[in-house]
């Protein structure tokens, strides 16, 4: 029973395409991350969504937009993809939601490595 | 801003071997702090969470500390196996709920047959 998980695992795209990288988690979580892992194996967090609020990055472009049909998904939408947009593109959720909830433990998907030729 | 060190950023020991791996943050306010272990191609698997209440973690040979007043924690692995072998990361969540972890860029950790 797989906790978190997305797909693709892999994808490769042209630049300048539009893709979408899909987040399912089955543990009743109401908070749901997007994390980049870039090639120097660097994790930063991108966005985080409750069924409340939208916390965004301030660093992510805005061709970047996680959408969120209901509470189990949070889905990654890239527009116009660039070259430096490669990385592993992992997804996470917690328990919690909102501010002052501080007993959340994370737990991560197995990853998405996009590649733009 | 917080920032995250972890030192050393490659470990490579006997089989057997106990082994401490550092973590430090800039804030010491924290909500929580989280160890992961990532192997290669993989995703990031959570081995211990540390509420900012506790001083301390243990799951099995893992045992991981918190001074959150000078900002550290540490992870203990004891009788360390070629099993372990891994990227281990550490991670601090600064605003709670719904906000991100702020990362380290990991101990690489080898342990030699």
């Known amino acids: 029973d797989t906790a978190v998980s997305q797909t693709p695992k892999y994808l490769v795209t042209q630049m300048g395409n539009d893709k979408s990288i899909k987040c399912e988690q089955n543990?009743?979580?109401?908070?749901m991350y997007w994390y980049k892992q870039d090639s120097k194996k660097f994790l930063k967090i991108m966005f985080s969504?409750?069924?409340?609020?939208?916390?965004i990055n301030e660093t992510v472009p805005n061709r970047f937009s996680p959408k969120s049909p209901d509470k189990a998904h949070l889905n990654l939408h890239i527009n116009s993809l660039e070259l430096g947009d490669s990385a592993v593109y992992f997804c996470?959720?917690?328990?919690?939601?909102?501010?002052?909830?501080?007993?959340?433990?994370?737990?991560f998907g197995p990853g998405t490595r996009l590649t733009v030729l | 801003k917080q920032e995250v060190t972890q030192i050393p950023a490659a470990l490579s020991v006997p089989e057997g071997e106990n082994l401490v791996l550092n973590c430090s943050f800039t804030?010491?306010?924290?909500?929580?702090l989280q160890w992961f272990r990532q192997d290669p191609g993989k995703g990031l698997t959570s081995l211990l969470l540390?509420?900012?209440?506790?001083r301390e973690q243990t799951s099995g040979r893992l045992n991981a500390s918190l001074d959150k007043s000078s900002g550290r924690s540490t992870l203990y692995i004891a009788a360390s196996q070629p099993g372990d072998s891994a990227t281990y990361l550490c991670?601090?969540?600064?605003?709670?709920?719904?906000?991100?972890?702020?990362f380290g860029k990991g101990t690489h950790l080898i342990i030699q047959p």
């Open positions: 996470a959720s917690s328990l919690g939601e909102g501010k002052g909830f501080s007993y959340n433990e994370q737990f």
């Open positions: 543990l009743g979580h109401d908070t």
């Open positions: 969504y409750n069924n409340k609020e939208l916390i």
């Open positions: 804030d010491s306010a924290i909500y929580n």
């Open positions: 540390i509420q900012s209440s506790q």
């Open positions: 991670a601090v969540n600064s605003g709670g709920g719904a906000d991100g972890l702020t």
